[in-house]
């Protein structure tokens, strides 16, 4: 029997940068979302998929932090002609969606991570996934010192950028967040992995791995952290796989 969809109240929509809109919801009473940082939902926009009886989804993480269960955050990339981006923009405040979540078995590993330092890796709209993750009240707990390192692409705007340091790392202990812009046109696998095999050849060693963001450049990097010999175990990940023409369907794979 499948399970029924849950359903979530948008509350409101805030403009952050140029490229991202940050959505509020609500949940109905005495329905808590229970999740931890780092998990992702599929939202269900309403919207005709084409085929008959089938609605546009697309997974989100979830981007507010784990100690409110009652309403979560998810800040969007605004797609060019990405339909349910666009949509999602046009909705008023009281719109009801559903969902289904939330998910990312990684994350809510108990035994994950392990206590002392650790390295988020995130490709562009990745960091939704390494904000939740360092806002957990777990990952709090068990680590003393975190770098988020933020391969920033070309939708990501220096007021987005500042927002962010600001908002959303000001206030959080021993994290050292370092955005890096490409010096070309983007971020590619062969660029990314040699400055994050720079980063991780410095001579700092982590307990933890976080990998969010784009799957062509993560399973390189994955790879490359298996080879200096690090347990698949420490290594988590989530990601989604982006051609050449980015399309806002994309598909998030979990460790």
């Not at 919207?47 to 009886?53: F, N, S, Y």
């Not at 955005?179 to 992995?193: E, I």
């Not at 040699?194 to 991780?200: E, H, M, N, Q, V």
Request: glycine share 10%.
């Amino acid at each position: 029997m499948a399970t029924p969809p849950k359903k979530a109240t948008l509350e409101s929509k805030i403009p952050i940068g140029s490229g991202y809109d940050l959505y509020s919801f609500s949940l109905p009473k005495d329905s808590p979302l229970n999740f931890c940082g780092g998990q992702y939902i599929i939202l269900n926009s309403g919207l005709d998929a084409g085929e008959e009886g089938k609605k546009l989804k697309r997974a989100y993480t979830i981007f507010s932090k784990d100690s409110d269960q009652n309403r979560f955050e998810l800040l969007i990339r605004k797609v060019h002609q990405g339909r349910v981006s666009n949509h999602l923009s046009e909705c008023q405040n009281g719109t009801d969606f559903e969902f289904s979540g939330p998910w990312g078995k990684f994350a809510g590993n108990e035994t994950w991570p392990n206590s002392g330092k650790t390295l988020l890796f995130a490709t562009d709209n990745g960091i939704s996934s390494a904000i939740s993750l360092i806002s957990s009240g777990k990952f709090k707990e068990r680590v003393d010192f975190t770098k988020l390192v933020w391969l920033l692409s070309e939708h990501e705007d220096p007021s987005l950028v500042d927002w962010i340091r600001e908002e959303r790392i000001g206030n959080a202990t021993g994290v050292e967040f370092v955005p890096v812009r490409s010096t070309g046109d983007s971020w590619s696998v062969d660029s990314a992995l040699s400055f994050a095999r720079w980063l991780l050849n410095s001579g700092d060693s982590y307990s933890n791995f976080f990998l969010s963001g784009n799957g062509r450049i993560l399973d390189e990097i994955a790879s490359f952290l298996e080879t200096k010999g690090i347990g698949r175990d420490t290594i988590g990940s989530e990601s989604y796989f982006r051609q050449d023409v980015p399309k806002e369907d994309r598909t998030r794979t979990e460790v």
